[in-house]
């Protein structure tokens, strides 16, 4: 959980410069080291709803009392475990956002900052930083062991979760529409809550077939096989299908240039029906005021060019696309829950040619 000083301690380390500031940053440092190894221990999972001893939390988890007993310590002074009378538990926070039966579990979207971005990260970012370009990207990297993109695509839907709900609420849903186009859509979850919603709504998840494995399990579990499916292949060469009422482009643009863009967004009008939609999520440049927010999408721009070699678009370039590839009617809505500079952007493919 991230350090809340008190104000005491706000004073003396930002506003009179009395004691090193940047040591919150090795505190947090240290606290995601700590989080992501207790999901990778199932210990916020094991707790539940119950309160246990350090010697049966050891025993369930197979763990040494004399190790675990500071990292239960260092987790409770954080917030993500309670410690009373030599029992544990989670708190309410753990138990909305890092266990396995809650609907906005992140866990596994820490898990893979932790196995695979940083790891990434760690490699290229000086030399990004010297030349300005990494020597690759992630989803290259992901390649050379496609178990990774599992890794990465349970990562993305766990992040995905946070705001599925608010993103489906704000998705223009053409009247009458019974074809969806999920492009790049990974782990499937938009598609699935879209078709939950949408009932006379079937959809096609299109992305690299190694990365399909999470969006077919998640059909499964929504028990919508029969109006859900998959499409493996690369969408800037094969076939897309055709006349979709309503096509998603999430998190994809940013890993274009702009004249990719505007052939993707082209393959995409050219498989929707005349007066079908397009959604494009994504995080943009100028859409974050807050402090953490601002921070949040410097980082998020940081981090695209350190793994995909790409950076953070502003809206105005986006509409530019759009109507470039022959769309009309552009709007950008907020998604809040989604964090840093998150828009959805959409847009209409006019029923007759110009």
């Known amino acids: 959980m991230p350090i809340n000083p008190n104000f005491i301690e706000r004073l003396l380390l930002f506003g009179l410069d009395r004691a090193p500031t940047p040591m ?38 197979d763990a040494h009392e004399r190790g675990l007993a500071p990292f239960l310590g260092y987790l409770d ?14 708190t309410a926070m753990t138990r909305t956002w890092l266990t396995p039966d809650s609907k906005t579990n992140i866990a596994p979207w820490l898990v893979f900052w932790d196995e695979l971005v940083f790891p990434f990260w760690n490699d290229h970012l000086e030399t990004v930083v010297r030349e300005g370009e990494p020597p690759q990207t992630i989803y290259e990297w992901f390649d050379e062991e496609p178990s990774r993109w599992n890794l ?15 993103v489906a609420k704000k998705v223009d849903v053409p009247d009458g529409a019974t074809r969806l186009l999920d492009v790049g859509g990974g782990h499937g979850l938009y598609a699935v809550e879209l078709c939950r919603r949408h009932l006379d709504l079937s959809a096609t998840v299109f992305d ?7 969006a077919r399990a998640e059909i499964a579990d929504a028990g919508l096989g029969d109006r859900v499916g998959v499409r493996g ?22 890993s274009n240039d702009p004249e990719e863009n ?30 953490v927010g601002s921070v949040g999408l410097r980082f998020v721009d940081l981090t695209y060019l350190v793994t995909l070699d790409a950076r953070v678009y502003p809206y105005e370039s986006v509409a530019e696309w759009l109507r470039a590839a022959g769309f009309s009617g552009v709007n950008r809505t907020s998604i809040r829950r989604a964090g840093p500079g998150s828009s959805l952007v959409q847009a209409t493919k006019p029923a007759t040619r110009k």
């Open 24 to 61: 919150l940053d090795l505190f947090g440092a240290a606290g995601f080291e700590a989080v992501t190894l207790a999901s990778k221990l199932d210990l916020f999972e094991t707790l539940g709803d119950e309160e246990l001893t350090l010697h049966e939390l050891a025993d369930e988890l």
């Open 208 to 214: 690299y077939p190694e990365a399909l494995d999470v």
């Open 233 to 254: 292949g690369d969408y800037w060469t094969d076939d897309l299908g055709e006349g979709y009422d309503l096509a998603l482009l999430f998190n994809v643009v940013h």
């Open 152 to 166: 990465a695509q349970q990562g993305f839907r766990a992040a995905a979760s946070v705001l599925v709900s608010e």
């Open 262 to 291: 505007v052939r993707l967004f082209r393959r995409v009008a050219d498989v929707l029906a005349p007066g079908g939609r397009i959604a494009v999520l994504d995080q943009l440049e100028g859409t974050a005021f807050s402090p």
């Open 77 to 90: 002074a954080q917030g993500y475990v309670a410690e009373d009378g030599g029992r544990y538990r989670t």
